[in-house]
């Protein structure tokens, strides 16, 4: 907070009230203020603001300002929260801990998720620039929107068909692959799955424009499994078509094995009778 020594004369107190006067009237809810007109770094020292201490977090921390409106940042303690998730953000460029969702989602940025956090951090980690190439708040969007989808989950999904967790020839096998943001899909991609040690490709069906993808293949005469069907690593393929983020990244398609499961058994040797004499 602010000292007595600050406000121990009429013109440090008049600074004071100028400094936060200052942030008030940029705080109308619209990105209206030119960069440079942004709040010097002094100024937020004025008010008892900690940790604005760089050109970087001075540039974005103003524009964070410009947007929002007056009763969101009427408080010393509102415009501390933000100036450390400003912070946050400019030191992991400088191989600081990553900003949590929240931080993010309080400065306005878009399309984080808990999923793709993980991978947003990596990529603020490694911006080309460093914290120059983040500290206007249309530069950390556009790095943000530029971060890689990632696959977060493979699941096979409850088969029709099945019968004590057994499939049969005929029979649909569907999988469910999750991914850190929403993907647009075109063409056919493919998920290998392995069946009794033999790969088979479950063919894309639905599922763009989301986060979750499905995959699905019917059953063939002749394919057995006593151990339960599985996804081997990195089964997930483009297969000449394409998995992109809404602003066009493509998705990374590397993932983790999913092991046998012993809910999706398959035999499709057909039963046989035998007949004994009377």
């Not at 007595?4 to 705080?27: C, E, F, H, I, R």
């Not at 190439?133 to 029709?160: F, H, K, R």
Request: hydrophobic content about 40%; glycine content about 10%; overall charge negative.
């Amino acid at each position: 907070g602010v000292s007595s020594s600050s406000v121990d004369s009429s013109a440090k107190v008049q600074a004071l009230v100028n400094a936060y006067s200052t942030v008030l009237a940029m705080a109308d809810g619209a990105d209206n203020v030119a960069n440079a007109a942004n709040p010097a770094q002094t100024l937020y020292g004025l008010i008892g603001i900690t940790g604005v201490d760089s050109a970087a977090k001075t540039s974005l921390l103003g524009d964070v300002l410009d947007t929002k409106n007056a009763t969101n940042v009427d408080t010393v303690l509102e415009i501390q929260a933000l100036a450390d998730a400003v912070s946050a953000v400019i030191g992991r460029t400088n191989g600081g801990a990553a900003p949590t969702l929240a931080e993010l989602q309080s400065l306005g940025i878009a399309g984080v998720t808990a999923a793709s956090l993980p991978s947003v951090a990596a990529t603020l980690a490694g911006v080309p620039g460093g914290s120059s190439a983040v500290d206007t708040l249309g530069e950390l969007q556009s790095v943000v929107n530029s971060t890689p989808p990632v696959v977060t989950q493979v699941a096979l999904n409850p088969a029709s068909g099945a019968v004590n967790n057994t499939l049969n020839a005929g029979d649909t096998v569907s999988a469910t692959v999750t991914m850190s943001v929403a993907i647009t899909v075109t063409g056919t991609p493919t998920l290998t799955l392995n069946i009794g040690g033999t790969p088979v490709q479950a063919s894309y069906t639905s599922g763009s424009g989301s986060t979750a993808l499905v995959f699905s293949y019917t059953l063939q005469a002749g394919q057995n499994d006593t151990n339960g069907i599985r996804v081997d690593a990195n089964s997930l393929a483009s297969a000449g078509g394409m998995l992109k983020s809404t602003y066009g990244y493509s998705a990374t398609l590397s993932h983790a094995a999913l092991g046998d499961n012993a809910s999706y058994l398959v035999d499709t040797q057909a039963p046989t009778a035998t007949l004994t004499a009377g």
